[in-house]
């Protein structure tokens, strides 16, 4: 194949190759979501690190942008059965998410109307909400059930003592709330790009592994870290073999929503001087020679899959097509018309405020970040999302597996695999000094790149507007 004629010649990326490039030379025609580039102009203006360190910034948070957002709550898998619960916790805030009995979900502010106690602690299974102080019980949907000594509390009896209720919605297997009632749809309020995962279909997924950790920095700072890939460079070189971490592309849509899509199976720009076989072997090495927990399958070096042995982009033709094979085989489903970049990139989207559900075909990882303590710990969430074999229902989650404090990402290798784990564990060994280093300032200024942390500067600027209060706009 003759060497790729570049369609981008522009001083704000990456010399060589770009991800808009290697589309135009994919086996299959890539759709047009993935094609078109998105773009805002956001300026250079430097972020002041109050905004991560600063109890006073976090209580900005609480009462102008976390009730007025849509939020990631749960997942379908997470309580498919009638009286299934769960506890949705985001700063001081406790919520009750309970299926009901045809089928519909109904969420709560968790706490009883009596003395204030937390009627659940825990999410599972519930007949009725009974509080464990005083037995105050609530029924499943939200009415009033029974009022013990119901002598001692007859100026309530024309009272509507419901639960107060929050506004529903689902999405691709998602279950979302928000406290504002006014709030548009999720679809209207995210805006565009929220089309791009329709073909996608998570809500055929269920979640295959499910891994907690508290970060000991805030909660903004650590979702960054995974905003852009040009890190990868320093914190992790074991990848470049087989990622493009510098040509990674950056579209911003709208004030809700970006993505990330970092190429895959081709050599970092950073490294020169290596063959198409030095890729698939290097991936392989890296799975373990291959790992179904993660984004991609190794292939064997020695099959190149018809593909013709001097293409510049060899490596990255055959491991999607590994990736359909396997793929296809694990769960039954037809990949064979899928574009390479679905099958093998990461497709890292950013639903603000706080987290990442990838795109593709391929197994997706969702990541969730919370504030937890105070200004200077969040708790991570990852899942990863497996395709249901073809025909059958998505089964029931697993729970959230907690890793003790001070254990690494590698203490859950078990789930998620030790390749994927490791990459976590990269990120974290820097996040702390992250946040104590904007503690130590001096200059109060945080300086971003023009394109490459765009999402970043995109995300508070959209934070911006909630605590001036330009946002939310309502229905």
């Not at 060497?3 to 589309?23: A, E, F, H, K, N």
């Not at 809500?203 to 295959?208: L, Q, R, S």
């Not at 891994?211 to 890190?231: D, L, R, T, Y």
């Amino acid at each position: 194949m003759a060497d790729i004629d570049p369609q981008i010649d522009r001083s704000d990326r990456c010399p060589g190759i770009t991800y808009t490039d290697m589309l135009a030379v994919d086996t299959r025609p890539a759709p047009d979501y993935l094609v078109m580039e998105s773009t805002q102009e956001l300026g250079d203006e430097p972020l002041d690190p109050d905004r991560y360190t600063s109890p006073a910034f976090m209580a900005l948070e609480d009462e102008k942008m976390w009730p007025n957002v849509w939020q990631f709550a749960a997942r379908e898998e997470d309580m498919p059965d009638p009286g299934d619960t769960v506890v949705y916790e985001i700063g001081d805030k406790s919520f009750l998410l309970i299926r009901q009995p045809d089928g519909g979900v109904r969420a709560f502010y968790n706490v009883c109307l009596h003395r204030g106690r937390k009627l659940r602690l825990e999410s599972g299974r519930a007949i009725n909400l009974r509080c464990p102080f005083h037995g105050f019980t609530w029924n499943n949907d939200g009415s009033l059930k029974e009022i013990p000594c119901a002598w001692d509390f007859k100026h309530l009896e024309d009272k509507d003592l419901s639960l107060p209720e929050l506004k529903v919605e689902r999405w691709q297997g998602f279950i979302l709330i928000t406290e504002n009632h006014d709030l548009p749809g999720f679809r209207e309020w995210i805006g565009p790009g929220v089309e791009h995962y329709d073909n996608w279909r998570l809500d055929e997924c269920t979640t295959g592994a499910w891994v907690a950790k508290v970060v000991p920095a805030n909660w903004k700072a650590v979702s960054e870290a995974f905003m852009e890939a040009w890190h990868s460079v320093v914190t992790h070189p074991q990848i470049l073999p087989f990622t493009a971490d510098a040509n990674t592309r950056y579209d911003l849509y709208g004030d809700h929503m970006n993505r990330a899509i970092t190429p895959n199976g081709t050599l970092s720009p950073h490294l020169k001087g290596k063959d198409q076989l030095y890729v698939i072997n290097k991936l392989a090495e890296f799975l373990g020679a291959g790992d179904g927990r993660g984004r991609r399958n190794a292939a064997e070096p020695t099959d190149l899959m018809g593909f013709n042995a001097d293409d510049p982009l060899l490596a990255r033709k055959v491991l999607a097509q590994a990736n359909r094979e396997g793929f296809a085989a694990m769960n039954g489903h037809d990949y064979s018309q899928a574009s390479d970049s679905e099958m093998l990139d990461n497709l890292t989207y950013n639903i603000f405020p706080n987290w990442s559900p990838w795109g593709g075909f391929v197994p997706n990882i969702v990541y969730r970040w919370r504030p937890w303590q105070d200004a200077d710990h969040c708790l991570m969430e990852v899942r990863i999302l497996m395709r249901a074999q073809k025909g059958e229902k998505p089964a029931r989650g697993p729970e959230m597996f907690m890793i003790p404090d001070g254990e690494p990402f590698t203490y859950a290798s078990h789930l998620i695999g030790a390749a994927l784990a490791g990459v976590f564990d990269q990120d974290m060994e820097n996040l702390p000094h992250v946040q104590a280093g904007m503690k130590a300032s001096k200059n109060k200024r945080l300086e971003l790149g023009h394109y490459q942390e765009t999402r970043i500067r995109q995300f508070h600027k959209t934070m911006d507007k909630y605590i001036s209060g330009e946002l939310p706009k309502t229905a």
